[in-house]
């Protein structure tokens, strides 16, 4: 007898909805989880879960000894178990201190500070006797001077009441040298006299998770092998058919990859270098040892101008000095600087050759411009340098003693003041990305007329270059005879902006973590 259209046997239909029960019930759901998680395990993570079950805690090295994997393969499939929720990887700081060779003589013979002190408890003594009893004289003074434990007038050494109290006692860094133990901050110091070396040290231990351990209860190590990966090989030879194919999760995060690329630095230089030559420049450089020469006197800067001191150079002490090549050239600067020579000015009225010679660190990368010109026949013309310069100052987010300038000259006839500002329009918007230009007016020692230049940024006015025409007392002597427009900028205030960065020493940082991160400079 046929049956109606759509009928449903009565046993099997109760059979279905047992079976839908079944399935929806809570526990049952927790046994599917757990056998499709089992399911996906790599077989090392196998071993691993099945050794812990038994060491409970264990480091990567007795996990290895234990399942007989690699120490790599059990740091590899440690790290995916402990994605999974599986074990907990704790990591378990040592630290060890230990004497440098310098480090072992001072706790042998004591500290420099130290021997002064006792040498001068008793009375005065003269710097000079000092040097002449501790090899580290200078050392021991700097020290004893650093702790208040001594005053030094006239050259004669006096111990304070700091000092008399110090005789008497045995001091932190005495004992954490003594020791190899002692307070981060005294421990901190002796490291940074180079008397003692911190080894930071440590382990990883593995341990199971409450996951973990219902699961490590239902794993068993099949000895039947596994494939893993689907090669050509496995394919032609028809290997897959006869083993079984481990499942993969791919709702796993894969591991990050961390592609080879440049500082982001170097990037943004190189990004401000490629529009320049878009431009129409071409790239220069100099070097940073300079002569005063260069650095200052080829741009007409008098010899007593305030940039020339001591606060705003770094000097080199050997060799102290250098010498200029081309003498004639010397010579018609020195006339320049002493009465105006041809240029239609009066000069300075002095001028020191000797001074002229000293070697200092570049200040400024206008000395590249004036080397640049020094070696031109003639326009028209357009260089750029980006390089580096140093001055002394006090390191802090806002000030480094060395940073880069950026900094340009273009030479032809008949340019004028309008060709500038054109330029420097150019200029802010395709460098700068300036969404509003103003100019002010300017002063620098080398150029008449000067401006300086304003960029809206983000919303913000910015100053972002000063420029102007090189005055005659510096294009005349080095050989030039037309306009030269001169150009510099902040190059690392751009920088800044561009890597949404507030301090400036991020911009030389070799944190490893940061360096990852930082997003390509386009």
Known sequence: MSKPAGFVHPGREICRNAWNDWKSHPSHKRCLIMEDLIAKLHPHEKKILLVLSKLNIA????????????????????????????????KERKRRVELTEEGQRYVEEGLPEKRLLLMVKDGKKHVNEIRKQIANANIAIAWAKRKGWI??????????????????QIGEDEKALRDRKGSERVLKELEHRNLVKIIEGGRSLFMLTDS?????????VSEEEEIGQITPDIIKSGAWKKKKLREYDILMPAPKIYVAKLHPYIQFLNN????????????????????????????????DHPARSIHDMLRVKRPARGAVKDKNLLERVRLTHENGWITGSSGWGYFDVNKSIELVMRSQTTAVSARTLSKLKGGPAKFFTIDRVFRPDIVDAN????????????IGKNLTFRHLLGFLEVFGKEIAGAEKIRFRPGYFPFTEPSVEMDCMVNGKWLEVAGAGIFRPEVVMPLGIKESVLAWGIGITRFAMIKLKISDLRTLFTKDIDYLRDASMVI
């Open 59 to 90: 480091t990567p090295l007795d996990i290895s000894k234990e399942s007989g994997l690699s120490l790599d393969a059990v740091n590899k499939a440690g790290q995916w178990a402990s994605i999974k929720g599986l074990l907990k990887i704790e």
């Open 151 to 168: 005053k030094i007038e006239n050259g004669v050494i006096e111990i304070t009441e700091k000092g008399i109290k110090a005789c008497k």
């Open 212 to 220: 973990g351990k219902n699961i490590v209860k239902n794993i068993s």
């Open 272 to 303: 401000v270098r490629m529009k320049l030559i878009s431009l129409g420049f071409k790239e220069v450089s100099g070097p940073f040892v300079e002569l005063e020469f260069w650095n200052c006197d080829a741009l007409f800067m008098p010899q």
């Open 399 to 410: 000030h480094l003693f060395e940073f880069h300038q950026a900094e340009g000259i273009v």
